[in-house]
Protein backbone atom coordinates (compact mmCIF):
# COMPACT_ATOMS: atom_id res chain seq x y z
CA UNK A 1 0.00 0.00 0.00
CA UNK A 2 1.42 3.66 -1.09
CA UNK A 3 1.99 5.91 2.01
CA UNK A 4 0.05 8.91 1.94
CA UNK A 5 2.40 12.33 1.73
CA UNK A 6 -0.39 15.11 3.76
CA UNK A 7 -1.46 15.50 6.91
CA UNK A 8 -5.11 16.44 5.31
CA UNK A 9 -6.71 14.23 3.44
CA UNK A 10 -10.40 14.10 1.61
CA UNK A 11 -12.44 12.29 -1.05
CA UNK A 12 -12.86 13.07 -4.28
CA UNK A 13 -16.50 13.82 -3.36
CA UNK A 14 -15.31 16.45 -1.11
CA UNK A 15 -13.46 17.86 -3.44
CA UNK A 16 -16.50 18.06 -5.93
CA UNK A 17 -18.40 19.24 -2.39
CA UNK A 18 -15.98 22.26 -1.58
CA UNK A 19 -12.67 22.63 -2.68
CA UNK A 20 -12.34 25.81 -0.99
CA UNK A 21 -13.23 24.72 2.00
CA UNK A 22 -10.63 21.87 1.68
CA UNK A 23 -7.95 24.00 1.10
CA UNK A 24 -8.90 26.95 4.02
CA UNK A 25 -9.14 23.50 5.76
CA UNK A 26 -5.80 22.37 5.40
CA UNK A 27 -3.90 25.93 5.79
CA UNK A 28 -0.40 25.82 4.33
CA UNK A 29 -0.51 21.83 3.33
CA UNK A 30 -1.33 19.82 0.82
CA UNK A 31 -4.61 17.28 0.72
CA UNK A 32 -4.32 13.86 -0.51
CA UNK A 33 -7.15 13.52 -2.15
CA UNK A 34 -8.50 9.45 -2.22
CA UNK A 35 -9.88 7.45 -4.46
CA UNK A 36 -11.11 3.83 -2.41
CA UNK A 37 -8.14 4.93 0.31
CA UNK A 38 -5.59 5.45 -1.88
CA UNK A 39 -3.98 8.61 -2.76
CA UNK A 40 -4.80 9.49 -6.23
CA UNK A 41 -4.16 13.14 -6.44
CA UNK A 42 -2.67 15.67 -4.23
CA UNK A 43 -4.25 19.25 -3.15
CA UNK A 44 -1.36 21.73 -3.06
CA UNK A 45 -1.57 25.60 -2.51
CA UNK A 46 -0.32 27.99 -4.06
CA UNK A 47 2.00 29.27 -1.79
CA UNK A 48 3.48 25.80 -0.90
CA UNK A 49 3.62 24.42 -4.26
CA UNK A 50 5.60 27.81 -5.16
CA UNK A 51 8.19 26.73 -2.45
CA UNK A 52 8.29 23.35 -4.59
CA UNK A 53 9.20 24.44 -7.62
CA UNK A 54 12.01 26.97 -6.33
CA UNK A 55 13.62 23.59 -4.23
CA UNK A 56 13.59 21.69 -7.75
CA UNK A 57 15.15 24.98 -9.40
CA UNK A 58 17.48 25.17 -6.83
CA UNK A 59 18.76 21.86 -6.79
CA UNK A 60 19.04 21.73 -10.90
CA UNK A 61 20.96 24.63 -10.65
CA UNK A 62 23.35 23.33 -7.98
CA UNK A 63 23.26 20.32 -9.99
CA UNK A 64 24.55 21.69 -13.22
CA UNK A 65 27.03 24.17 -11.31
CA UNK A 66 28.27 20.45 -10.07
CA UNK A 67 28.79 19.62 -13.57
CA UNK A 68 30.28 21.97 -14.70
CA UNK A 69 33.31 21.87 -11.69
CA UNK A 70 33.42 18.44 -12.95
CA UNK A 71 33.73 19.16 -16.62
CA UNK A 72 36.24 21.98 -15.78
CA UNK A 73 38.63 19.63 -13.16
CA UNK A 74 38.81 17.15 -16.31
CA UNK A 75 39.76 19.47 -18.58
CA UNK A 76 42.44 20.37 -16.72
CA UNK A 77 43.36 17.15 -14.93
CA UNK A 78 45.01 15.90 -18.56
CA UNK A 79 47.84 18.37 -19.24
CA UNK A 80 47.25 18.10 -23.14
CA UNK A 81 43.65 19.41 -22.75
CA UNK A 82 45.29 22.44 -20.02
CA UNK A 83 47.37 23.39 -22.58
CA UNK A 84 45.23 23.19 -25.28
CA UNK A 85 42.83 25.35 -22.93
CA UNK A 86 45.37 27.59 -22.08
CA UNK A 87 46.41 28.19 -25.73
CA UNK A 88 42.93 28.64 -26.88
CA UNK A 89 41.97 31.38 -23.78
CA UNK A 90 45.26 33.30 -25.43
CA UNK A 91 43.91 32.70 -28.97
CA UNK A 92 40.33 34.21 -27.79
CA UNK A 93 42.02 37.22 -25.94
CA UNK A 94 44.38 38.00 -29.32
CA UNK A 95 41.07 37.68 -31.17
CA UNK A 96 42.95 35.94 -33.76
CA UNK A 97 41.27 32.76 -33.98
CA UNK A 98 37.61 32.23 -34.75
CA UNK A 99 35.71 30.08 -32.17
CA UNK A 100 35.02 26.26 -33.84
CA UNK A 101 33.39 24.05 -31.12
CA UNK A 102 34.88 20.43 -31.30
CA UNK A 103 34.51 17.78 -28.47
CA UNK A 104 37.51 16.91 -26.73
CA UNK A 105 37.10 13.40 -28.04
CA UNK A 106 36.81 13.97 -31.51
CA UNK A 107 40.58 15.88 -31.00
CA UNK A 108 42.08 12.91 -28.95
CA UNK A 109 41.44 10.47 -31.87
Excluded at 35 to 56: G, Q, R, T
Aim: glycine share 0%; aromatic share 6%.
Amino acid sequence: MQPILANYTASITELKKSPTQLIQDAGDEAVAILNHNVASAYLVPSALYEKMIDIINNYQQAENEENSRNDTEYLLSNKKNAKKLMKSIENIEKNKYKLVHKSLEEEQK
